[in-house]
């Protein structure tokens, strides 16, 4: 349950840090820059620059280290079967005089899990510093050029307010079901255990969401806004946030290239 709380990926920390002053159209152009740079790494250079960048972009975002770390707990299980993956595939010089234990694989693996760790704490960190309302304003400026192309620049952003306004709310009804079955008595341990619990979860949770999106039809219905966010203009890009986008992309260039 701890792990879903502290799932990072579509939670707002609200602070005063430089990430969060940053106009959101420069950081949804660097960040996913950033991780396709960081998928583009062919070399451990390539991967030690990335991890380097992304330490400073944390603690540029005024949010406790640890709080990004604990972000990863939640898709720790993919890490290990990512690194298994490679461990045991990957052919190459063995490991202990095993011949189905790969060095190379593990090296692999490390490098694998590695840029997928970096991938999530980035795209956590757009969401982490920027409201909903914000982040969709700056996709609506961002793809405002493809409007003589036909693109629905504005729907786009309003779809983006709304898959982003749910992820909160599934994490605080997953949340309500697990302390439910938890009071109820599910306390065993172990794997079989843990898989009943969420077989008993999944149903509730189901219900619960149904039961919100309902009551949020019938509140859009009224000429209700559940959005708190304030869902204005985005001033003019400012010189800051040009030399940001510049840097970023150069940043980005340099480390996914391939020497």
Known sequence: MNAIREFNIGRYIEGQSPLHRLDPRAKLLVLPALMVAVFSASAWWNLAGGA??????LVLSGIPL??????LKFLR????????LHLFLTPGRTLFGLSWVSYD???HGVFVASQLAMAVLLSSLLTLTTPVARLAR???AILAPFRVLGLASKEGGGLLVWVLHFVPIL??????????????GGTEKGLLARAGRLRQTVVPLLARLVGRADRLAHALAR????????ESELEPMRFGGW???IAGLVLAVALGWRY
């Not at 380097?52 to 972009?57: A, P, Q, S, V, Y």
């Not at 994490?171 to 109820?184: D, Y």
């Not at 000429?223 to 708190?228: H, I, N, R, V, W």
């Open 138 to 140: 700056g996709l609506e």
């Open 77 to 84: 299980y993919l890490f290990l079967f990512t690194l298994l």
């Open 52 to 57: 380097g960048l992304t330490l400073i972009l």
């Open 223 to 230: 000429g209700e806004s559940p959005l708190s966010e304030e």
């Open 171 to 184: 994490r605080e009804e997953a949340l309500a079901v697990m302390e439910e079955n938890r009071s109820s």
């Open 243 to 245: 030399l940001v986008i």
């Open 66 to 71: 640890w709080t990004h770390l604990k972000g």
């Open 105 to 107: 694989g593990l090296l």
